[in-house]
């Protein structure tokens, strides 16, 4: 007679479109809140904030105030640490979510922290040494409280790097500084040192390939009083030479005192005849060497180097002082290579150069000597160059002169510096007792040297120092750039480490101060701490191994850290953060690369670009390309740029134009996106993204006074906004599928995350709706519906495909669900059909931007809540957002969200500015940022008034008009603007509820002034 009345379709049973959320969890997402601590240990050892410069590599800081990973000597490694964990019986790798699946704890490379010695005993600064320890997140700055009652003192830490929105330069500086505040909490005076120790870290990883001498020395000026760090080049070795050993020349046939595990190195050393021609000659000795690729099972390249293995050697004697070897193949640290064991641990390896032929490779041993020790020949690499080659290992004393050590990706200096002129207790070397001011050991062995300062604290006294920790590593050898060496932009301005602390001792007054009131004016908002606290944190990437500046000044990233090169287009469209708060960034890459090197005859931008050129284009990106054209022209002071790139710009969008045809507004056949595939037919994702690239070409022409060109992209454009419609299924958008490509994967009647990007994409620059708001709203609706799981467990359990960005007990929005059934069953066999199911923070953040532009604050701001609890410190690290490796671009789209809940929108040629606060507009503030200068915006409105004010806390604002919201039912007749005692006339015009407001000539907001407006 009934039923069933369950849903029959798989995503409706597993996602429920009532969502049942927690009331007080909802309520959370509009309130202020309180800012967000940590003190429990084990959320402490997740967080790894980043607290270098940009540009600069990757400094973490753990919540207890270690600062680890170090990823800043160029090894160009994929993710923070390499390596696979099991998850649901499968080795997950990092670009898969390890790093989610089990974050990574602090571990120490080498010697390096902070202590306070009091009568004799060395209490360090972490959780080591105190008992209770708060940690307090507010990017790019970090705050740690020590408080032990069996210690006499309490201490404070304030740790950064100079982070000062739209002045690139001084935020990209190999550097963090560490200020610590001891306040003597006894009753008795306190003497008490406060104590830095660093390890000589220069040519850590390839030391045992080089010989020479590590040195340290103490320099003091009118500024600083620092520990430097350095390596020198020496070939000579002390005692006499004896006869040298083969320990193996792999002339037989088997590996006999080698143990073979895997697949890849096959059952003995090959014959050289018999490696395939086109690995080109090895140049091994003899007639047989090891060589993983040709020994590895597989009918191709790509099949041989998926295979793995390793071959390890018999424990043997060090007898001599060096072990020397051909070695060739991959170039992937620690996973293609040779290793030396001494007791169980890698003490010593060295990876081949992505290249067949083999050349000389030593480890120096001398300080092993008499010891134990174990080679370990080394494949983990299933990708390109996953091989090694080995051949002819011989022990030997004869000194090997290593010119070479200049060249070492991890040569060049470190520093540790308090920054004041005070008396310090420094030490080149902390195992003498004589407080030397020079020391230098061996390339093999340890040089810790420290830097301090003795306080005499009285009862409730307080007294700062403050350090600071540099780093000039200039030899970086882009693994995304066919291992060119294209160094780094830190070494064209500075020489070495101790440079860099010596900009900051003699600039840290204006370093630390702006970068404080940027926080301050960050935080001085009505928006809800933890939403400020997420939309920021991402902007961090451009402080870890993501993101470069190679030495001719060109910025060039990854999509995660080492994962996926050359600033992708598709990727990288999403990010929001760099062109807000530092333009010049993206200016950089637009102008530069998109722009410049990665375009093609044909106007095409190439979706990865190299060091001189660029692969093929991709729809999304080529449209997201020029729609980042469009903002970073809006956050410009003039129309110089523009004007500069504006040719290519056009052409760009005549590209896409061509893809369109008919010129119908709707673009057809293979459209290439961020999904990794191209797919087929008419895609509202694609062709909204393609309406928004044609009015942000309709403006920008405007902007330059080619009013043909803007009128032929408004004419597409008026159609598109009706073509588009065609894909809408009644409820929201679709792909109407290309029945000539029904082979192709895509997401036909699916609900996609990306159904309306482009809309989103467009109010980001102010461009208003692209076609019929109400459908659209109603789109973002079913993707709440249809697309958020406040648990994706169940679902992740039925649909298992796909990476792990997201987790049982996580909330998420999914990528695409098919809620009304229609699924083509042919998207299935394309290995990319794993992304619908999975949930990835930068797609998530661009709808929740959406959402919040159109009102829907409950789903939006769930969306970006979401993410926050799934990175709270307790699971994981706050400030990794995983996609495809670790610190992906894409999650940089948070930022979109501040956008969106302050209703910004800008275009400094025009000195226009204007703000519609989605959240709370009866009494609203927040920082915003422009061309020239930044600051605060505050408003508070009712049915009869709406007075605002802009503060400049730093620069200048440029201004001709204003655009602001009344609220409903508020007809105002009259504004008033002033600043200071000085009247600013304006004319006022109303729309709806929107007012502009026009000044008779450009007025500039210096530093420190206010502009006070007034509706009524
Ligand atoms: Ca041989
Ligand atoms: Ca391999
Ligand atoms: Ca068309």
Redesign the pocket.
């Known amino acids: 007679m009934a039923g069933p009345f369950e849903s029959e379709n798989e995503y409706l049973k597993l996602i429920p479109t009532d969502k049942k959320l927690d009331p007080v969890w909802m309520r959370s997402l509009v309130e202020r809140g309180k800012k967000e601590t940590y003190s429990d240990p084990s959320a402490l050892r997740h967080i790894g904030m980043p607290v270098g410069g940009f540009f600069a590599g990757t400094l973490y800081l753990s919540g207890d105030g270690r600062l680890w990973l170090w990823d800043i000597f160029n090894r160009d490694q994929e993710g923070i640490n390499p390596r696979n964990v099991q998850y649901k019986a499968q080795a997950v790798p990092t670009r898969h979510g390890a790093n989610y699946l089990e974050p990574a704890a602090p571990k120490p490379r080498f010697a390096q922290g902070f202590s306070i010695r009091l009568g004799g005993k060395d209490i360090p600064l972490n959780s080591d040494g105190f008992k209770n320890i708060t940690f307090r997140g507010e990017y790019p700055r970090a705050l740690i409280a020590y408080h032990d009652e069996s210690i006499p003192v309490a201490v404070k830490l304030e740790a950064f790097s100079p982070f000062i929105p739209l002045n690139t330069e001084d935020s990209s500086l190999p550097a963090t500084i560490m200020q610590y505040t001891v306040k003597n909490t006894s009753r008795k005076t306190v003497s008490v040192d406060l104590v830095g120790h660093l390890q000589n870290a220069v040519c850590l990883d390839t030391g045992m390939n080089s010989t020479g001498l590590r040195r340290n020395r103490v320099v003091r000026n009118e500024n600083l009083s620092a520990l430097v760090c350095e390596a020198k080049p020496v070939g000579e070795t002390k005692g006499q030479e004896r006869p040298d050993i083969l320990y193996e ?3 037989k046939d088997v590996y006999e005192q080698w143990t073979a595990e895997g697949e890849s190195f096959g059952k003995g ?1 090959i014959l050289m005849k018999d490696i395939p021609d086109y690995q080109g000659h090895v140049r ?6 090891v060589n993983s690729h040709s020994t590895a099972p597989g009918g191709d390249v790509r099949e041989k180097d998926q295979k793995t293995g390793t071959l390890t050697s018999k424990p043997f004697k060090i007898e001599r002082k060096f072990i020397t070897f051909l070695i060739g193949g991959g170039a992937h640290q620690g996973r293609t290579c040779m290793n030396l064991l001494v007791d169980g641990k890698v003490v010593a390896s060295h990876t081949g150069k992505n290249h067949n032929q083999m050349g000389p490779g030593f480890f120096h041993v001398e300080k092993f000597e008499g010891q134990s020790g174990v080679l370990q020949i080394v494949d983990k690499e299933s990708g390109g160059w996953g091989n090694i080659g080995v ?2 290992i011989v022990f030997t004393d004869k000194p090997i002169v290593n010119t070479k050590l200049l060249d070492q990706r991890d040569f060049g200096t470190m520093a540790l510096a308090l920054l004041d002129s005070g008396d310090d207790t420094a030490s080149a070397n902390r195992a003498d007792d004589g407080k030397p001011k020079v020391a230098q050991t061996g390339l093999t062995d340890e040089l810790v040297g420290e830097v301090g300062r003795r306080l005499q604290l009285k009862p409730g006294e307080t007294e700062k120092v403050t350090f600071a920790i540099a780093w000039h590593f200039p030899n970086f050898y882009a693994r995304g750039c066919r291992n060119q060496l294209v160094g780094h932009h830190y070494a064209g301005r500075f020489a070495s480490a101790l440079d860099v602390t010596k900009y900051l001792g003699s600039n840290l007054e204006r370093l630390a101060g702006e970068t404080r009131a940027w926080v301050e004016t960050w935080y001085d908002s009505t928006l809800p701490y933890w939403f400020l606290d997420r939309t920021m944190a991402n902007t961090s990437i451009l402080a870890t191994t993501t993101c470069y500046r190679f030495k001719n000044g060109r910025v060039w990233a990854w999509e995660g850290i080492g994962c996926c090169a050359g600033t992708c287009t598709h990727v990288w469209q999403y990010a929001q953060a760099p062109g807000r708060l530092f333009p010049e960034v993206e200016r950089n890459v637009r102008e530069r690369v998109d722009f410049g090197l990665s375009m093609h005859a044909d106007g095409g931008i190439g979706m990865r670009a190299h060091l001189t050129g660029s692969n093929h284009p991709a729809h999304d990106g080529q449209c997201g390309r020029i729609l980042g054209a469009y903002r970073e022209h809006q956050m410009s002071k003039d129309d110089a740029f523009l004007k500069r790139i504006w040719p290519n710009v056009k052409r760009a969008m005549e590209y896409m134009i061509k893809t369109d045809g008919n010129e119908d507004g709707m673009v057809e056949g293979a459209q290439a996106n961020t999904l990794d595939a191209a797919w087929f037919g008419k895609i509202s994702f694609l062709a909204s993204l393609y309406l928004a690239a044609l009015r942000a070409c309709e403006a920008m022409a405007t902007d330059v006074d080619d009013a043909d060109f803007a009128e032929r992209c408004k004419a597409i454009a008026d159609r598109g906004a009706e073509k588009i419609l065609e894909t809408w299924n009644g409820e929201y958008f679709i792909q109407i599928e290309d029945p000539a490509h029904k082979e192709a994967i895509g997401t036909g009647p699916g609900c996609y995350i990306d159904q309306v990007y482009g809309q989103s994409w467009a109010h980001q620059v102010g461009l208003g709706h692209l076609f019929d708001p109400e459908k659209q709203r109603s789109a973002l609706n079913a993707l709440y519906k249809y697309n958020f799981v406040p648990d994706v467990g169940p679902f992740r359990e039925a649909f298992s495909k796909g990476r792990w960005y997201a987790v049982a007990g996580d909330a998420g929005l999914l990528m695409c669900t098919w809620p009304k059934g229609g699924q083509n069953p042919k998207f299935k066999h394309h290995w990319q059909y794993m992304y619908f199911n999975e949930c990835m923070s930068g797609f998530e953040w661009q709808a929740a931007s959406h959402m919040i532009m159109e009102g829907m604050l409950k789903e939006g701001l769930a969306i970006g809540r979401a993410i926050h609890d799934r990175y709270n410190a307790a699971l994981r690290n706050p400030y990794n957002e995983i996609e495809c490796s670790d610190h992906y671009s894409r999650s940089m789209a948070s930022y979109g969200s501040f956008i969106a809940a302050s209703g910004f929108e800008y275009h400094g040629p025009k000195g226009h500015i204007g703000f519609q606060p989605r959240l709370s507009p009866e009494n609203f503030r927040s920082a915003f940022t422009s061309a020239e200068g930044w600051g605060r915006f505050a408003q508070k409105r009712n049915k009869n008034q709406l007075k605002a004010e802009m503060e400049v806390q730093w620069g200048s604002l440029n201004l001709k008009t204003i655009a602001l919201e009344v609220e409903k039912g508020h007809q105002p007749h009259k504004a008033s603007a002033q600043i200071g005692s000085k009247t600013v006339p304006v004319k006022l015009a109303l729309d709806d509820q929107r007012v502009t407001l026009t000044m008779d000539a450009n007025i500039t907001i210096a530093k420190g002034e206010k502009l006070e407006l007034e509706i009524s």
Request: net charge neutral; proline share 8%; hydrophobic share 15%.
């Open positions: 020349d792999f002339e050393p091994g000795k003899g007639k047989r060497v051949d002819q």
